[in-house]
């Protein structure tokens, strides 16, 4: 029996993001024809089943360019996202799949969770970095999180329905991806689905937990990281559920702990040899940075003067960098300079404090400045991609645009498919007064985010811009065509 798709009544302000992304996994589901596989293979192999894993990239890909768009809670701060990435890379490296390719985002939200959605494409909430007492532990999450993708679960959860209606798998991609972040969203997703269905898929995602958990601890272990990272984590949340009664931590609702589940975790570790592994400075720095967001200025700078002044610790580094941080945002500009100064004293050599050091000449006014300590900063981290942005908009705002659009062309050459120096190329190419560069660089910008239309409205308007050479407009006119007819190809498969 073929089942319309029928998305029931949500309340905004208890779903949030989940049902929105969900909804375009499902859609993005729908755009080509798949074969449903005959049954799901066995939990100890990864294959997929028969969806094709250049489809699972493109949902991926289409969820990840909806949350840069429309989800106010995407944490867009190249600091973070690089630390949180270089983390994640390093786990892939480990995995099962090195060769997968994987993209990691932070979303600014104080609960503690993580979610993996198709192709490859992981979330991360700032408030599990922040309560992770260790680089260990948060590396425990992010490679239980990658197992799930290597596995393929999501995908494999869908594959399991054999039915044939298309339709049908959309609503399961809905519930399945829907329970990978919230629970009561799932709920909520199978009123509109084949309820029997895909609670027995909901059923299964147990066992694809303690597959990831398994998958996860040898991933770990490979990285060169502490195995007992991963059990510790998970038993203190658990332990800190029970404080919680029917307000549980949203990992714990979304990825189900049993005590046997611990309990195998620590077993394993017990029989690994003991390995003390320190944290990186970067991932001190990095959780100093976003408590140093949490509350008010006024808050943030009491709760991490406090915690300095009674010692409560354990990276001083970490705690003044996000007092630092926290007075930045108070503009009160001589403490952030005095907390500067405590780090250098203590040591500390990463370009996150050279770029704080030249923010703080941002806020002040003194862009020239900003600008001398962005150079400074970029001949010893020439990749450090914080650095660049604001390098770029330090020259800009210094009034050298000329210097910007020499700068940007060079990174360019590394970086073609950042669609952030695209748009800083726009924002130069407009300070110069060269329109057909403008909306060429715009046009990138959108394309690269998977905006067709509105990349197709800036070529048209770089073709009337009435500054451009013939091979400029050559340029303008065949990249033009070729993103029709991307548009005519993804029209199609809609169809």
Same mark, same amino acid.
């Given at each position: 029996m073929k089942l319309a798709l029928r998305l029931p009544t949500f309340d905004p302000r208890r779903v949030r993001r989940g049902v929105f992304l969900t909804c375009l996994a499902a859609l993005c589901l729908g755009t080509q024809p798949l074969v449903l596989a005959d049954g799901l293979p066995d939990l100890g192999d990864s294959a997929q089943g028969?969806?094709?894993?250049?489809?699972?990239?493109?949902?991926?890909?289409?969820?990840?360019?909806?949350?840069?768009?429309?989800?106010?809670?995407?944490?867009?701060? @190249?600091? #973070?996202?690089?630390? #949180?990435?270089?983390?994640?890379?390093?786990?892939?490296?480990?995995?099962?799949?090195?060769?997968?390719?994987?993209?990691?985002?932070?979303?600014? +939200?104080?609960?503690?969770?993580?979610?993996?959605?198709?192709?490859?494409? #992981?979330?991360?909430?700032?408030?599990?970095?922040?309560?992770?007492?260790?680089?260990?532990? =948060?590396?425990?999450?992010?490679?239980?999180?990658?197992?799930?993708?290597?596995?393929?679960?999501?995908?494999?959860?869908?594959?399991?329905?054999?039915?044939?209606?298309?339709?049908?798998?959309?609503?399961?991609?809905?519930?399945?991806?829907?329970?990978?972040?919230?629970?009561?969203?799932?709920?909520?997703?199978?009123?509109?689905?084949?309820?029997?269905?895909?609670?027995?898929?909901?059923?299964?995602?147990?066992?694809?937990?303690?597959?990831?958990?398994?998958?996860?601890?040898?991933?770990?272990?490979?990285?060169?990281? +502490?195995?007992?990272?991963?059990?510790?984590?998970?038993?203190?949340?658990?332990?800190?559920?029970?404080?919680?009664?029917?307000?549980? @931590?949203?990992?714990?609702?979304?990825?189900?702990?049993?005590?046997?589940?611990?309990?195998?975790?620590?077993?394993?570790?017990?029989?690994?040899?003991?390995?003390?592994?320190?944290?990186?400075?970067?991932?001190?720095?990095?959780?100093?940075?976003?408590?140093?967001?949490?509350?008010?200025?006024?808050?943030?700078?009491?709760?991490?003067?406090? =915690?300095?002044?009674?010692?409560?610790?354990?990276?001083?580094?970490?705690?003044r960098f996000g007092l630092a941080h926290a007075q930045l945002r108070a503009r009160n500009f001589p403490a952030v300079e005095q907390e500067i100064q405590a780090l250098r004293r203590l040591k500390v050599n990463s370009p996150m404090l050279e770029n704080l050091a030249a923010e703080v000449r941002t806020a002040q006014g003194d862009s020239a400045g900003a600008a001398a300590v962005f150079k400074a900063a970029l001949k010893n981290t020439p990749f450090a991609k914080a650095l660049m942005y604001g390098y770029v908009d330090a020259l800009l705002a210094d009034r050298r645009p000329a210097e910007a659009l020499a700068y940007l062309d060079a990174q360019m050459q590394l970086y073609s498919s950042d669609y952030k120096l695209w748009g800083l190329k726009a924002k130069v190419a407009s300070a110069l007064g060269r329109r057909l560069q403008q909306h060429q660089a715009l046009a990138e910008h959108y394309a690269l985010q998977g905006q067709l239309l509105p990349a197709i409205d800036q070529l048209q308007m770089a073709q009337r811009a009435g500054d451009g050479n013939f091979y400029e407009l050559s340029v303008v006119d065949a990249r033009l065509r070729q993103l029709r007819a991307q548009q005519e190809e993804e029209a199609r498969q809609r169809r």
């Open positions: 028969d969806i094709p894993p250049q489809l699972e990239k493109k949902v991926g890909e289409s969820i990840l360019n909806e949350i840069r768009l429309r989800d106010p809670q995407y944490l867009d701060d @190249p600091e #973070v996202a690089a630390y #949180v990435d270089q983390l994640g890379q390093r786990l892939v490296a480990a995995s099962a799949d090195p060769g997968y390719g994987f993209t990691f985002f932070v979303m600014k +939200d104080a609960t503690i969770n993580a979610f993996a959605t198709f192709g490859g494409y #992981v979330g991360v909430n700032s408030g599990l970095i922040t309560s992770a007492q260790s680089e260990s532990e =948060l590396a425990g999450v992010l490679a239980h999180e990658i197992s799930h993708v290597t596995q393929h679960h999501l995908a494999r959860g869908i594959a399991k329905e054999k039915q044939n209606s298309m339709v049908s798998m959309a609503a399961m991609a809905l519930a399945l991806l829907a329970a990978s972040k919230n629970a009561d969203v799932a709920t909520a997703a199978i009123v509109g689905s084949q309820a029997a269905s895909v609670q027995s898929q909901l059923a299964f995602s147990r066992d694809f937990e303690r597959e990831a958990d398994r998958v996860g601890f040898q991933t770990l272990e490979k990285a060169g990281l +502490d195995v007992r990272g991963m059990g510790d984590f998970f038993q203190r949340l658990q332990q800190a559920s029970r404080l919680y009664e029917n307000n549980a @931590p949203a990992y714990m609702r979304t990825h189900p702990l049993t005590i046997e589940r611990i309990s195998d975790m620590q077993n394993r570790a017990q029989k690994t040899p003991y390995k003390q592994v320190p944290d990186s400075q970067d991932f001190h720095l990095v959780r100093g940075k976003l408590r140093a967001q949490l509350g008010t200025p006024k808050e943030a700078v009491a709760d991490l003067e406090h =915690l300095l002044k009674e010692r409560k610790f354990a990276n001083e580094a970490g705690i």
